[in-house]
């Protein structure tokens, strides 16, 4: 695992809601990122890390191998890819987001 690759899995790993994005939470810098945002606070989430890709080009390409993933926004939730801003919006018109988020487990 390259040195790129760990920090990215030590933030996935080490923090329960991640959203990898352009720009930052207060200050999207793409319409994606900042839709995710609001999906994210719809679900009543306070607890966010997220991560600016624009500052670190590595983690801009890195994040993409990270997941097998070409887009960003990239959304984790307890270490677990979930998708970019369409299928956070798909998941959060279901009702399935604000099951993932509420730390109800599946199956």
Known sequence: MSDVQQRIDDLVKGNRV????KGT????????????????KACGVTELTTV???E??????????Y???PTIPQLYINGEFI?????MMEMYQAG???QVLGGQQAG
């Open 18 to 21: 991640v959203l990898f994005m």
């Open 25 to 40: 939470a207060q200050f999207p810098q793409c319409g994606f990122s900042g839709r995710a945002v609001q999906i994210l």
């Open 52 to 54: 600016n890709v624009l």
């Open 56 to 65: 670190d080009e590595g983690i801009r390409q890195g994040i993409k191998e």
């Open 67 to 69: 997941a097998n993933w």
């Open 83 to 87: 998708g970019g801003s369409d299928i």
């Open 96 to 98: 399935e987001l604000q």
